[in-house]
């Protein structure tokens, strides 16, 4: 198979042929760097034995990556028609190991349609709904009876983005994500990626994050969804003091003065307090 792949034209190439422009609208910013999207696709954990999901992969590129690194099956999800040509081009010499689902991806997994999978993701996000679909799949990870199983997140984000993902509790970067992600796995910058890696060149740098679920930090805790409720008032009043937020609560029941800000709050301590509100 991988000398079917490295048969196939350059993406450049056959961006050109197609007349394939990456679009605003759609948040596309694309990588034509083999070795790179190569390196992203290797860190996929266990990627021989793995079902990976792909977010807008475009032109392909992380796409052919993902195959010539041995994945079982690749599900790729775009929303852009217009790389139809180039996706199934690919497909036709992946040996039955590329999937296309042309559609909106926060509308495939809001709506349930890859029910029963376990799965990997790796993508090159779209900027513009990378966070959202993040916190979806957060959801998907903490639900016991979730549709989805996913093994793990290689994901790329805005450098900025993952800092925030990663962050710790008293670091500047620390936030909502930040304690969402925390309660229910493990999360690292796996690597920094430049921004003239992409076309066209965006004016931010990016990083890839790998989130691995983690069980015991799962069963800790109860309803995400109160978690996440709690997180975005508080983050949303940073500067505030959590009395001023949330009135005529007992802080000192989670030992608490109530003087704190969200900034100085553990994801655990969300999460105590999460179960009261």
Same mark, same amino acid.
């Given at each position: 198979?991988?000398?079917?792949?490295?048969?196939?034209?350059?993406?450049?190439?056959?961006?050109?042929? =197609?007349?394939? @422009?990456?679009?605003?609208?759609?948040? *596309? #910013?694309?990588?034509?760097?083999? #070795?790179?999207?190569?390196?992203?696709?290797?860190?996929?954990?266990?990627?021989?034995?793995?079902?990976? $999901?792909?977010?807008?992969?475009?032109?392909?590129?992380?796409? &052919?990556?993902?195959?010539?690194?041995?994945?079982?099956?690749?599900?790729?999800?775009?929303?852009? &028609?217009? +790389? !139809?040509?180039?996706? @199934?081009?690919?497909? /036709?010499?992946?040996?039955?190991?590329?999937?296309?689902?042309?559609?909106? %991806?926060?509308?495939?997994? /809001?709506?349930?349609?890859? /029910?029963?999978? +376990? %799965? =990997?993701?790796? /993508?090159?996000?779209?900027?513009?709904?990378?966070?959202?679909?993040?916190? *979806?799949?957060?959801?998907?990870? =903490?639900?016991? #009876? =979730?549709?989805?199983?996913?093994?793990?997140?290689?994901?790329?984000? *805005?450098?900025?983005?993952?800092?925030?993902?990663?962050?710790?509790?008293?670091?500047?970067?620390?936030? &909502?994500?930040?304690?969402?992600?925390?309660?229910?796995?493990?999360?690292?910058?796996?690597?920094?990626?430049?921004?003239? %890696?992409?076309?066209?060149?965006?004016?931010?740098?990016?990083?890839?994050? !790998?989130?691995?679920?983690?069980?015991?930090?799962?069963? %800790?805790?109860?309803?995400?969804?109160?978690?996440?409720?709690? +997180?975005?008032?508080?983050?949303?009043?940073?500067?505030?003091?959590?009395?001023?937020?949330?009135?005529?609560?007992?802080?000192?029941?989670?030992?608490?003065?109530?003087?704190?800000?969200?900034?100085?709050?553990?994801? *655990?301590?969300?999460?105590?307090?999460?179960?009261? $509100?």
């Amino acid at each position: 198979m991988i000398s079917k792949i490295d048969s196939l034209p350059p993406i450049s190439e056959m961006m050109r042929e =197609s007349g394939l @422009e990456p679009k605003k609208s759609f948040g *596309q #910013n694309f990588l034509f760097d083999l #070795n790179l999207t190569n390196k992203i696709a290797r860190s996929v954990p266990d990627i021989e034995n793995a079902t990976v $999901i792909e977010v807008g992969p475009g032109p392909g590129g992380l796409t &052919r990556s993902l195959l010539i690194m041995g994945a079982k099956k690749v599900i790729a999800i775009e929303k852009d &028609r217009e +790389t !139809q040509p180039i996706l @199934e081009k690919i497909q /036709s010499v992946s040996d039955g190991k590329l999937e296309i689902i042309f559609d909106d %991806a926060l509308r495939v997994f /809001s709506e349930n349609k890859l /029910s029963g999978l +376990t %799965a =990997s993701i790796c /993508s090159n996000l779209p900027y513009n709904v990378g966070t959202e679909l993040l916190i *979806q799949w957060l959801h998907y990870v =903490s639900n016991p #009876n =979730s549709p989805i199983k996913i093994s793990s997140m290689t994901l790329m984000f *805005q450098r900025e983005v993952a800092e925030r993902i990663v962050a710790s509790v008293g670091d500047e970067q620390y936030g &909502r994500l930040s304690v969402l992600v925390s309660l229910v796995s493990d999360a690292k910058i796996l690597f920094n990626v430049p921004n003239t %890696a992409f076309v066209p060149k965006p004016k931010v740098q990016s990083a890839i994050v !790998q989130i691995i679920p983690n069980q015991k930090k799962i069963s %800790a805790i109860k309803e995400l969804s109160k978690i996440e409720a709690i +997180t975005a008032k508080l983050f949303g009043q940073r500067r505030k003091m959590i009395r001023g937020i949330i009135k005529d609560f007992d802080w000192a029941q989670f030992g608490l003065l109530g003087t704190e800000r969200a900034e100085e709050l553990s994801p *655990q301590k969300f999460a105590e307090i999460a179960l009261l $509100i």
